[in-house]
Structure formats: structure tokens, C-alpha cells
């Protein structure tokens, strides 16, 4: 999805909140959605401080994946700066979303690191969780084993596999919230031993996305447009 529109939008997505754009873009991915739809700038420490219009759960989640994503991979955000403008929806689809970037989390992101800390069936039963509720059980489920294996590789001097199954326990213990932001903290502990993580997390943000109300389309053209002159802007004030 970067691909498509980098050329276009040419902003660069950093971590944190900024006063204004930079020379070359520079924001947050909720700060650059907020210049691309026209909305008068603002600096986003959290999603409370987006524009009502953003659906609060994925404004929090792409926070989240933003604010912990390394550079070479923030990139994957690009595409969503044009869908978060216009996204907020009723209480029930809000909760719908929040459902499933935790649902999902805990079948996709939480396996590959029980795998890696030697929890397969854990690992196994996470993936087929049918619903929200069964997965929070099973997250719970898999931190408290990996916790133990981790104590137990420390007791035995086993450090690498200690440090998987801590990172195991780490992620099943966000996973196992209800909460958006929580979900990207899952995402972030699951990439420090499972490299696919960012790649998932930008597809689950994806499909949360699409449920409920779409965010009004945003003409690529026209959204670089203003981009571009919001770094004009920035540049003239830095000449003055």
C-alpha cells in the first residue's frame, strides 16, 4: 500500500508529536491525515487530541504502531494518512474495531512468538480463537506460561531462551487487553523476535478500517497538494 502513494503524498512519517510540519513533512501518521483532509493543523500527542471526525480506536492503534515502528518500516503507514479523516463511527462499531485489532492481534501477532519461545500449543490455540472473549482467555493463558518459562530459563542460565519466552509473556500480556493502543504495544513486543509483526499489524489496522464508516475518498492529487503546501508554509516561516 506505501508504494502507491509515497510519490504522491512525499511526507515523511516520524515518531512523536510535532508543532508544525518540517521541511520534508515530519509528523505523526495522525498529523499527516490531518494536513492531507484540509483540517487546520495540530500537533497529536494521542488520539484525544485528534479531530472528531477520526475514529478514536484507529487513530490510537496507528499511533501505537507509528510511534514504536523503526524508520525502514513506518513507511507502511502512508496509505492509511488518506482513510482516517472522516473514519469515526457510533459506540458499537467503534467497539467493533477495538474487537478486532485485539482479536487479531492475539491470532496473528501473538503466535509466532510462543512458537519462538517453544509454546506451540499455545501457539495453536491463540490462532483459532473464535471470538474476543476466547482470545482474551488464551492471551492470559500464554503470558502465564510463558512467564513461567521464562523464570524457569533464568533459574537454568538459559538466556536466549529465557529473553523469547519473556518477550512471549510481554506480548500475551498486552494482547490480552481490550484496548487499541494495548494492541499496538503487542505489535511492537511481537517484532523484537518475529520480524513479520509490522507487516501484520498494518494489515489488521487495514481490515479495521473497513469496518463501519469509510472515511470519505481523498483525491491523492489534491491531498499531496496540500502536503506540499504545508512545507512551503513551514519553509517560508523558517526563511522569516
Not at 10 to 36: K, M, Q
Not at 77 to 95: C, K, N, Q
Request: glycine residues 8%; aromatic residues 6%.
Amino acid at each position: 500500500m506505501a508504494g502507491t502513494f509515497d510519490p504522491i503524498l512525499n511526507w515523511r512519517l516520524l515518531p512523536g508529536s510535532h508543532a508544525f510540519p518540517g521541511p520534508d513533512g515530519g509528523t505523526c501518521i495522525n498529523e499527516a491525515a490531518v494536513v492531507a483532509a484540509g483540517l487546520p493543523y495540530r500537533a497529536i500527542r494521542s488520539s484525544d487530541d485528534c479531530p472528531p471526525c477520526f475514529s478514536r480506536p484507529l487513530a490510537t492503534y496507528a499511533l501505537g504502531l507509528n510511534d514504536a515502528m523503526p524508520d525502514a518500516e513506518r513507511p507502511r503507514l502512508i496509505a492509511f494518512v488518506l482513510r482516517l479523516s472522516g473514519s469515526a463511527d457510533i459506540p458499537a462499531v467503534e467497539a467493533a474495531r477495538t474487537s478486532h485489532l485485539v482479536r487479531e492481534g492475539v491470532r496473528r501477532l501473538l503466535p509466532p512468538v510462543l512458537e519462538r519461545a517453544g509454546l506451540p500449543r499455545h501457539a495453536a490455540a491463540c490462532r483459532a480463537a473464535e471470538d474476543l472473549d476466547r482470545a482474551v482467555v488464551l492471551a492470559r493463558h500464554a503470558a502465564w506460561s510463558a512467564g513461567a518459562l521464562a523464570e524457569a530459563a533464568g533459574r537454568q542460565g538459559t538466556w536466549v531462551r529465557g529473553a523469547r519466552a519473556a518477550a512471549a509473556a510481554r506480548t500475551a500480556i498486552f494482547a490480552a487487553e481490550i484496548d487499541a493502543r494495548t494492541a499496538a504495544d503487542a505489535a511492537e513486543a511481537a517484532a523484537l523476535f518475529w520480524p513479520g509483526a509490522w507487516a501484520e499489524a498494518v494489515a489488521i489496522l487495514d481490515e479495521a478500517l473497513g469496518i463501519g464508516q469509510q472515511a470519505p475518498a481523498l483525491v491523492p492529487d489534491e491531498a499531496g497538494l496540500r502536503m506540499d503546501a504545508a512545507k512551503a508554509e513551514r519553509r517560508a516561516k523558517a526563511i522569516t
